[in-house]
């Protein structure tokens, strides 16, 4: 039986969320990361992708933007600029940011906005999967 | 004694300038309380990276990245808020003589980035060179406008342009206290933390994911990036709160002069009435002796 940890997801405009949960994942820089109480402390980069939250035996998602997380022995903080649950992503936007940054990254026109381009895009992908998974359970 | 006409004509345009600095006190209320609705919103988010990033100070005594080594101070950049207008009490005064006189005593090099017309003049006449990339972002103080500010500030410094990055701006301690402040931003030092209260105790080593470099590559812009976005907040909310401080002394005052003005001018409308009555009276005298 695993035991519960305390959890806090906050971003500029709100504190997304806070609870006692069993387990959270998040993308990294090399893959996923999955954290359960009792992990050492640590501070680590959290990648543009999907935030797994496991609260009560079940499952969660949302799409996260790039941030950090802090793991500490009386709970866990993740830090992002944005982060949505899936009733929250506006597919059409997510779909038409993703055709734009595509678009940029075709005119190649310099590494900065390339980077930025990129970025862009992984965002609205991590937004398109999280709301597709969603509409599929 | 001024004539009735001149005093009426004083309450008048004492009346028009109290419906200015009425109507001032009315915006800056409704600007202060907008600002103070996107400063709430922010400050949890902000206290957490400061006390996440001093929690990794204060547990990883041997950082080694260029963001928090000491290279001398030769050459400061000084980022000074101030506001555009004036008519807002001492707000401006008191945070531009902080700004000069922490300039003074560094002595090197400054470079001085300004925000705000107030502080742009005021570094002009004092005979600084003034970079005034940053200067309308006092009006509006928003995200994207900290973002450049930010990613301008820490190519300056990476690029080895500067040796240390110092921000002067209001700090809204309460409604009623602003406190102009001086914070050296870069290099990271634990003196900038003196105010953040971390919660927990431990000892223990932390472990970096995937490397302490990494880390603090994405946490130390997102801190000033922070910083600069809380203090761009903070300084208009303070002038807000300044100009509706001053305002509310100006109507005030208006309200006081033109009651004594009313007192005036009913004395001198007395008076003339009373002139106008013995005059009358003595006609009538003057017209009974005759006739009588």
Redo the contacts between chains.
């Keep these: 039986m695993a035991g519960e940890f305390y959890l806090e997801v906050i971003t500029p405009e709100k504190t997304f969320f806070k609870g006692n949960v069993e387990m959270v994942i998040v993308n990294s820089s090399d893959g996923e990361l999955g954290i359960m109480k009792g992990h050492i402390p640590m501070v680590a980069l959290v990648a543009i992708g999907t935030l797994k939250i496991k609260q009560n035996g079940k499952w969660r998602e949302a799409a996260i933007n790039e941030g950090f997380m802090e793991v500490r022995p009386d709970g866990v903080i993740i830090l992002s600029h944005s982060v949505e649950w899936p009733e929250e992503i506006d597919e059409k936007r997510a779909q038409a940011a993703l055709e734009r940054a595509q678009q940029r990254i075709r005119l190649r026109r310099s590494m900065k906005e390339y980077y930025q381009s990129k970025a862009a895009m992984a965002r609205a992908m991590a937004r398109l999967k999280v709301k597709k998974r969603y509409n599929i359970d | 004694m001024y004539s009735v006409i001149e005093i009426k004509r004083r309450i008048r345009t004492i009346r028009q300038t109290r419906q200015i600095t009425k109507a001032m006190y009315l915006i800056a209320s409704s600007k202060l309380s907008r600002a103070m609705e996107k400063y709430r919103?922010?400050h949890?988010?902000?206290e957490?990276?400061r006390s996440?990033l001093k929690?990794?100070i204060i547990?990883s005594p041997e950082i080694d990245h260029p963001f928090f080594i000491p290279r001398g101070n030769e050459r400061a950049t000084y980022l000074v808020i101030a506001g555009n207008k004036g008519l807002c009490g001492a707000y401006n005064h008191n945070v531009l003589h902080t700004a000069l006189s922490h300039i003074q005593q560094h002595g090197g090099s400054v470079d001085i980035f300004v925000v705000g017309h107030v502080a742009r003049d005021f570094f002009k006449k004092k005979g600084y060179k003034v970079r005034d990339e940053f200067l309308d972002a006092a009006e509006n103080p928003n995200?994207y406008y900290s973002r450049d500010m930010a990613e301008y500030l820490i190519d300056c410094y990476s690029q080895n342009k500067t040796d240390e990055l110092y921000i002067v701006y209001t700090h809204m301690e309460s409604t009623v206290k602003q406190t102009p402040r001086v914070i050296k931003l870069l290099p990271v030092e634990l003196s900038a933390f003196f105010d953040v209260s971390l919660?927990?105790n431990?000892r223990?080593?932390?472990?970096?994911?995937?490397s302490p470099k990494?880390?603090l590559d994405?946490?130390i812009p997102?801190y000033l990036l922070?910083f600069i976005y809380g203090a761009l907040i903070q300084s208009f909310a303070s002038e807000q709160q300044a100009r509706m401080m001053a305002m509310d002394t100006a109507t005030k005052n208006a309200d006081e002069m033109i009651a004594q003005l009313q007192i005036k001018y009913n004395q001198a409308r007395q008076a003339v009435i009373t002139n106008e009555i013995s005059e009358i009276m003595g006609g009538v005298a003057a017209f009974e002796k005759q006739y009588s």
């Design positions: 919103a922010n949890v988010y902000f957490k990276i996440t929690d990794i547990h995200f919660d927990v431990y223990a080593d932390i472990l970096y994911h995937p990494a880390v994405l946490l997102k922070g």
